[in-house]
């Protein structure tokens, strides 16, 4: 097994970019996926495989990635964005599922 | 639509047992590699294993924490998930979500989810 490690938080002011980012070993080879998650609501998918955005996500939310770092960039951010942020990917086999312990995004 | 309803959740002591079920509608279940995520309260999110479709083998791999203890099932002529939980321990507590990939577009990322089930191991 093996762990992908977040920043525990990011504050940003309304309208400024968040950048969040998601490091492990072989981000390289497998892809990486963002989700919200806010308390008491299920998960939601932002990013899949790397930079895609899944449909009804809003524009303002870019994925991208070098290396053994992924980032999740929120451009424009919004009272509403304000939530924890996980990133997920799986170990070189791809067997196992693993994700981050998590980003709490606090818009100031 | 796709929709994912857990139950089964509650209370119970250290040692004992717990099924969780996953009742799903609106995809082909029986196609579907299935998954169960928890949520310990104030920690993230864990991946606790997945139950792949009987094409694919139907063989289930487990989370480290849960190996041994939990097992995953499903029954595709009842469009339901399961998670047997033996052995519990106090840390098992958490709310419990199945997930899935719904869309093949989406690779091996989980856009349904379940709203969840809150399972708490005290004395």
């Known amino acids: 097994s093996y762990e992908l490690t977040q920043p525990p938080s990011v504050s940003v002011s309304p309208g400024q970019t968040a950048r969040i980012t998601c490091s492990g070993d072989?981000?390289?080879?497998?892809?990486a996926y963002w989700y919200q998650k806010k308390p008491g609501q299920a998960p939601v998918l932002v990013i899949y495989?790397?930079?895609e955005r899944p449909s009804g996500i809003p524009e303002r939310f870019f994925g991208s990635g070098s290396g053994t770092t992924v980032t999740l960039t929120i451009s424009g951010v919004q009272a509403e964005d304000e939530a924890d942020y996980y990133c997920?990917?799986?170990?070189?086999?791809?067997?196992?599922?693993?994700f981050g312990g998590g980003t709490k995004l606090t818009v100031l | 639509e796709v929709q994912l309803v857990e139950s089964g959740g509650g209370l119970v002591k250290p040692g004992g047992s717990l099924r969780l079920s996953c009742a799903a509608s609106g995809f082909i279940f029986s196609n579907a590699w299935m998954s169960w995520v928890r949520q310990a309260p104030g920690k993230g999110l864990e991946w606790v294993g997945r139950v792949r479709s009987k094409a694919d083998g139907g063989t289930s791999d487990y989370a480290a924490p849960v190996k041994g203890r939990f097992t995953i099932s499903r029954d595709d002529s009842k469009n339901t998930l399961y998670l047997q939980m033996n052995s519990l321990k106090t840390e098992d507590t958490a709310v419990y979500y199945c997930?899935?990939?719904?869309?093949?577009?989406?690779?091996?990322?989980?856009?349904?989810w379940g709203q969840g089930t809150l399972v708490t191991v005290s004395s």
């Open positions: 072989p981000l390289p080879k497998q892809y």
């Open positions: 495989k790397d930079s």
């Open positions: 997930t899935t990939v719904g869309d093949d577009r989406y690779r091996s990322g989980f856009d349904c």
């Open positions: 997920q990917s799986a170990d070189t086999s791809g067997t196992y599922v693993v």
